[in-house]
């Protein structure tokens, strides 16, 4: 290990105790090295500058094709050389300082947050968090059934150890579920752990209620008095709630600040919130002052495990955030789309509520872009088999669940064909267990 990074390891332990403990062997390794990009920083005002390695027209700007400036012909000119060269590894300034005043535009003052590190999509961000914070044999526990994209993340590429519980007991979410899951996985004492949130979620369509926050948060707090707990607040669909009585607000602020040994991490980006699926622009925020020693360290982390995957973020779908970020109309563009979900959420639980319950339950559902439901263990049959026979002889596509989920995605099905898609996923069920 070298001096470096067993200086800025130094500075996490000091600092923060539970998160220096929390760090995965690579977290442990990783730093951003005194090199090119160092070195380029400290030429950046040089008349003769022959460091970094990108194509420009010798004085700073972009060298673009022009089949590929006059697509972003629009743009200013200093945004169309930011657009067409190298981001900053870490993102670039303007969109990280754009990016946390919209996540903090109705967040108390005294709730802490970091400056955002720009991540090449939200399964970005949650893989750097696994690198930060998995690793082999690593607890990571999360409410069931969830997406299966986290056991590729955590397990596959890490080694970690995923457990679960049940986030639905009796037709209610389940407050307990992380310590539940915890609770079997084995721990040694004070053996730190991961635990991953996500609301609204994929696939449940679930947000908790204000005394369900308070709950799960009481949990959390319980689990902290016994070891460091990571935990990696998954917010991909924030904002998509559609009960008036069911905060919009990211948990991540609920649990800044309660405990040395529970650090949140939120997860968020443009993907959902701004319905720019393509652009995959999304970011990772720490519950620490940006200007700390602290923080410092810890983007020097995130720099190298950035650097040493994709390079650095994609400058151009930052560039075009940027520009509606900087627009004043943008917060009523996006509550635009939450309404035209929630035109289709409306649809869909009316026709859910029609379904036999002896053939299909939904699970509670309330914001998000799915809906859940659990076919009953009586009827003998898999949600598999269903979902093939929809297929098939249905003209229909939902996604199935091992072993009796099937999962509804009305966020991509127009409002006036949610009620024939209902019935058909009724009639489906029927024909199987026949």
Known sequence: MSDAVAEINATIELESPALSAALSPLGRRAALPDDILSQSYEARDTTYNGTIGVITDGR????????IAEVLGALPEADLNRALLYSKVLGIPEVRDAWRRWQRRNVAESKVSSLPVVTDGLSHGLSLCADLFGGEGRVVAVPAPFWGNYKQTFGTRTGARMVSAPSIRDGR????????????????????????????SNPGGYSLTANE?????????????????????????????????????????????????????????????????GGRVGFLTFPFETDSALFAALESKLGSLVRSTVGSPVAATQIILLQALRRSGVA??????????????????????????????????????????????????????VRLHLLEHLDTGVVSIAPRYLRVAYCSVDKEQLPALVENLEAGIRAVVR
């Open 60 to 67: 700073g700007g972009a060298l673009p094709l022009p089949s």
């Open 173 to 200: 979410f389940h407050c307990e579920v992380i310590e539940e899951a915890l609770d079997g996985a084995g721990l040694q004492e004070g053996e730190p752990a991961v635990a991953i949130l996500h609301f609204p």
């Open 213 to 277: 926050r308070l709950q799960l948060r009481a949990s959390l707090l319980r689990i902290a008095n016994q070891r460091p707990l990571v935990v990696v607040c998954d917010d991909a669909y924030a904002g998509l709630v559609y009960e008036e009585d069911i905060p919009r607000a990211s948990l991540f602020w609920d649990l800044v600040g309660v405990h040395n040994n529970l650090i949140p991490v939120k997860v968020d980006g443009a993907t959902k919130e701004f319905s720019f699926f």
């Open 332 to 385: 009523g563009e996006v509550e635009a789309v939450r309404k035209t979900l929630a035109e289709r959420y409306r649809v869909i639980r009316e026709a859910l509520d029609r379904v036999d319950p002896e053939l299909l339950r939904p699970h509670p559902f309330n914001s998000g872009c799915f809906a859940l439901a659990e076919l009953p263990e009586a009827l003998g049959v898999t949600s598999s088999a």
